[in-house]
């Protein structure tokens, strides 16, 4: 799969996660698990870990 591929599922993902988590993950939220899971599972890309970041601060959120 390509990084594109990837990034368009977790876009799915959002939305569909968003819609029904009954307001109980952010937005936010939920991009930094993104973040934290593919870099705890060596997953991350170096274009998709800019993607990430680039998602976490135009939300606000600083990747720990």
Do not use: C, I
Not at 3 to 23: A, F, H, K
Not at 34 to 42: F, I, N, T, Y
């Amino acid at each position: 799969m390509r990084d594109r591929d990837v990034m368009n599922l977790l876009d799915q993902l959002e939305l569909y996660t968003l819609e029904n988590s009954e307001g109980r993950v952010t937005q936010g939220g939920y991009w930094l698990f993104v973040h934290k899971s593919m870099k705890s599972g060596l997953l991350m890309t170096r274009a998709m870990e800019k993607h990430l970041s680039y998602k976490l601060r135009s939300l606000g959120v600083e990747p720990k």
